[in-house]
């Protein structure tokens, strides 16, 4: 016997976007204890916090509460999708967002699969920043954006499809390259180029703080090619998570790739969809399925070699 209903469901998902039992009664015009009373029973069924109350801005999801939330939002969307009749999901625009750094490795290969198995599926393609791609999300210009999370503490629904592992970027001649696996700290006694963009930059300086060194930083470029071509000519060393197939350089010059030593954190790459309910896209879950699979087949080229 099932011990849930969809209209617990509906009323707190309104309590998360809203904000609070009292405005989402309102925009459900129903009364304040239905909400509070679908909160309570869910928690006592679930075992689990769903809200913290912040007096200033009302209620607010905990860790778990934001997992529970998700599974909602999908489980509501379906049930709202079966209300109706059927329809030709794969007819139709899809407005598809992508990390300017993920884009050129990753994106080509997703889209030829969506056309080969999907062609009725019209795809707008927008390459940013996180920044803007967020606001563009914010904002409804966007279905789903392909970005790493870098604890994005926005109104975004986030869905991890893979996570990116740190390696070491040196000159193909340099005398670290001859080792199989490398310390931080001996990359943080080298001139070092570092990736200058919101987010990537501070998540590959927290890693050397975590290792307890600083780097010593040559050049910063917003450009994941200009960071791979400078390291190549001998101008530094550097620390990336997407890789291209071939260890080169624009200019023509040979790279190495090596591992790292020692607990990571590695980057989690998220597909991230409109907060608020009833804009998903039905087109958008069939491209999380194809990027999950393309990131599968891709994983082994991803990966940093064992040795030289």
Same mark, same amino acid.
């Given at each position: 016997?099932?011990?849930?209903?969809?209209?617990?469901?509906?009323?707190?998902?309104?309590?998360?976007?809203?904000?609070?039992?009292?405005?989402?009664?309102?925009?459900?015009?129903?009364?304040?204890?239905?909400?509070?009373?679908?909160?309570?029973?869910?928690? #006592? !069924?679930?075992?689990?916090? /769903?809200?913290?109350?912040?007096? *200033? @801005?009302?209620?607010? $999801?905990? +860790?778990?509460?934001?997992?529970?939330?998700?599974?909602?939002?999908?489980?509501?969307?379906?049930?709202?999708?079966?209300?109706?009749?059927?329809?030709?999901?794969?007819?139709?625009?899809?407005?598809?967002?992508?990390?300017?750094?993920?884009?050129?490795?990753?994106?080509?290969?997703?889209?030829?699969?969506?056309?080969?198995?999907?062609?009725?599926?019209?795809?707008?393609?927008?390459?940013?920043?996180?920044?803007?791609?967020?606001?563009?999300?914010?904002?409804? #210009? !966007?279905?789903?954006?392909? /970005?790493?999370?870098?604890?994005? *503490? @926005?109104?975004?629904? $986030?869905? +991890?499809?893979?996570?990116?592992?740190?390696?070491?970027?040196?000159?193909?001649?340099?005398?670290?390259?001859?080792?199989?696996?490398?310390?931080?700290?001996?990359?943080?006694?080298?001139?070092?180029?570092?990736?200058?963009?919101?987010?990537?930059?501070?998540?590959?300086?927290?890693?050397?703080?975590?290792?307890?060194?600083?780097?010593?930083?040559?050049?910063?470029?917003?450009?994941?090619?200009?960071?791979?071509?400078?390291?190549?000519?001998?101008?530094?060393?550097? !620390?990336?998570?997407?890789?291209?197939?071939?260890?080169?350089?624009?200019?023509?010059?040979? $790279?190495?790739?090596?591992?790292?030593?020692?607990?990571?954190?590695?980057?989690?790459?998220?597909?991230?969809?409109?907060?608020?309910?009833?804009?998903?896209?039905?087109?958008?879950?069939?491209?999380?399925?194809?990027?999950?699979?393309?990131?599968?087949?891709?994983?082994?080229?991803?990966?940093?070699?064992?040795?030289?």
């Amino acid at each position: 016997m099932i011990n849930i209903s969809l209209r617990q469901l509906e009323y707190f998902a309104a309590a998360a976007q809203h904000g609070g039992a009292a405005r989402a009664a309102e925009a459900l015009s129903v009364s304040q204890p239905s909400i509070s009373k679908a909160i309570a029973d869910l928690e #006592a !069924l679930w075992g689990e916090t /769903l809200f913290v109350r912040r007096h *200033a @801005r009302g209620l607010e $999801l905990t +860790a778990a509460g934001q997992m529970r939330h998700r599974e909602t939002h999908a489980l509501l969307e379906r049930a709202r999708a079966l209300e109706g009749p059927r329809t030709d999901e794969e007819a139709g625009l899809l407005r598809v967002g992508c990390l300017a750094t993920l884009a050129p490795r990753h994106l080509p290969a997703m889209l030829l699969r969506m056309r080969e198995r999907h062609p009725r599926v019209e795809i707008e393609v927008h390459e940013a920043d996180t920044e803007s791609l967020l606001q563009m999300l914010e904002r409804g #210009a !966007l279905d789903a954006a392909l /970005l790493y999370d870098m604890g994005l *503490a @926005r109104p975004v629904r $986030l869905e +991890a499809v893979t996570a990116f592992v740190p390696y070491a970027l040196l000159p193909a001649g340099h005398a670290l390259a001859a080792r199989s696996s490398l310390p931080l700290a001996a990359l943080a006694q080298e001139p070092f180029i570092l990736i200058d963009l919101p987010h990537s930059r501070e998540y590959f300086l927290s890693l050397f703080r975590q290792a307890g060194v600083a780097p010593r930083i040559a050049h910063a470029t917003p450009s994941i090619e200009m960071v791979r071509s400078l390291v190549a000519n001998g101008l530094g060393v550097s !620390l990336l998570t997407t890789r291209p197939v071939r260890d080169w350089s624009y200019d023509g010059k040979r $790279l190495a790739c090596r591992r790292l030593r020692g607990p990571l954190a590695a980057q989690s790459v998220v597909m991230a969809y409109p907060e608020r309910l009833g804009a998903a896209n039905p087109r958008a879950a069939l491209f999380a399925r194809v990027v999950r699979e393309c990131f599968t087949q891709q994983r082994d080229a991803m990966t940093a070699p064992e040795a030289p």
